[in-house]
């Protein structure tokens, strides 16, 4: 991190919560909230091999912009929701949170962090452990810095998993 | 425990569960059917050059893909012929030769034994050029078209016999790139469900399960049908999630058409928006002309006017030549199965033709698919479901009396019969009883 990058400390302090925020938002179902907290061109996505350069040249385990994002959420709310009954439990655990000042053009911030997500439904237990790696707008004025984490939206947040490229049981749920 | 009679495992109308359950069944399946039949392994464009090799899956074996310096192709399985220790541990590379990584015998490209360390510490009966010190080769690979099959099996009809009428859906994908040729490229999807292989191929075509498996994604897609519309980026996904929602007419309008060697293959139901099969618009414009410019107007039109959905070359390859894409259904146990998707470009058409072709994977074929999740969680209910012992047979009856047998030899249906199951347990049988030489 360079001089340039660093935060003060209210924001740094906001960013690391407004991912925790995020991972609850997501271990507690609460999924409407969760697609709310992106940018309205915000992008979720994972990857499918390891270092993948671009979601435009290359398949992804999940790529999709907020409107697509929304009949993922909408489909998850569906009785007949075959491949998540019963429902996904999942419990996220985050560290190394490091944001910092983002250069790239319509982003304010970048949080960087370790992921470890541990899944259960139906009697099998999954672990999965990556990076997740947040591009955050500010979309508040500064003095609402502190009061939560609406002030912030995600543009784009990605997950890269260690094991991206082995083959996967059904995804049913976001990480 | 006696060996299973698959004699006894198909009727007409119904198939015993132990053709899905038992591991014995299991085992040999994988003696008579993927250790003698023609299986895809792999396309041209991942070896160009000599030296190349990829790691591919031939039934129960990983082997590996490899250009030779003559620029032919090999098949060379991943062992060392002194103390069995795999050769590569990668998925892909490039090699001068080979080298074990045990006791650093080296072998040619083809596999033949160049040296061996400590030459005197064998006696006079070593014979470097004995057979059984050779990387060992599978006895047939060939290429169609640029797609690679192989077979353990030293005889057995020809690849062109093998494939039968559905060489065409292979002819179809390489005759949309106007270079001629097709790449593989963007990286790969793979699933894995605990379940039988042979569930997917049947789902495959199956066209009564879309309305009903997929119901959350149609909902969840007309819901958001306008805003979705309006944005080019995800205009497809919505219209390949919104044509699951089919009345059961429609489905049954699409076509069936069963080839004798247990192939089959479905019309296309996309009809619409951008993944209609013929579009107006400024990049489909330019990929016609381009096509035109090799074809001719009169050809580009017929190519263009294919319009079938899943290909399905049996046992386990499922081709979707409009897209470009390719899924193998590899059997891992007789409840566990994983599915490899690959695509490709058309070389020599916009860009913007392979963008159709990463989100129609990333739509149809991830582990989070809005569609195939769906498919994934009901073939291991039928593979749990098949556990009870209740009821020993699965139905497969379905449709059976509107099949339309053709004087070529293929039988034809509505897109919601159950034929495709039958046919391909029809190939099934004649494998498993021993009765083909395939």
Known sequence: MTRDNRLDS?????????????????????????????????????????????????????????????????RLAHPNLFSDQPVTRTHHQIGAVLPERSSLARVDFEVHASLIVCEYRAGDMRWFAGRTDYHLRRCAPSSALTDGPDCFEIVQKRVDLINCDAPHRILSVPF | MSAPDPAHLVQDDRVHRDAYTDAAVFALEQERIFRRAWLYVGHESQVPNPGDYVSVSLGPDTVLLTRQADHSLALLHNRCPHRGACLVNSNSGHVARWRCPYHAWTFALDGHLLTVPMADGYDAAFNPTDPALQIARVPRVESYRGFIFASHAANGPGLTEFLGSLASALDNMVDRAPNGTLTQTGGVLRMEYRGNWKLFMENATDLVHPSVVHESSVAAARAHREALAADPSTSQTLQM???????????????????????????????????????????????????????????????????????????????????????????????????????????????????LTLQFLNTASSASSMVASDDLEIFERCQRGMADGSLPWLDIRRGRQTDQQQTDGSITAPGTSELAIRNQFSAWLSHMSGASEL
């Open chain 1, 10 to 74: 209210d924001d740094e302090r906001a960013l690391v919560r407004f991912v925790y925020h995020e991972a609850r938002l997501l271990d507690e179902r609460r999924f409407d909230e969760w697609l709310g907290l992106f940018a309205a061109d915000g992008l979720y996505w994972v990857p499918s091999q390891p270092a993948q350069a671009s979601s435009t040249e290359t398949l992804s385990l999940f790529c999709e912009r907020k409107p697509l994002l929304a009949v993922r959420i909408e």
């Open chain 2, 241 to 355: 999630l919104l044509s699951n929602g089919l009345a059961m007419p429609q489905w049954a309008g699409v076509p069936l058409h069963a080839d004798p060697h247990g192939h089959v293959y479905m019309g296309g139901f996309y009809k619409d928006g951008v993944i209609a099969p013929v579009r107006s618009d400024p990049v489909f414009d330019r990929y016609r002309a381009s096509l035109a410019d090799r074809h001719g107007e009169e050809r580009t039109a017929q190519i263009l006017a294919v319009d079938r959905f899943n290909n399905l070359i049996w046992p386990n390859l499922s081709v979707n030549a409009r897209f470009g894409v390719l899924r193998q259904i590899q059997p891992v146990a007789v409840d566990r199965t994983r599915v490899t998707s690959t695509c490709f470009r058309f070389d020599g058409a916009p860009d913007e033709m392979f963008d």
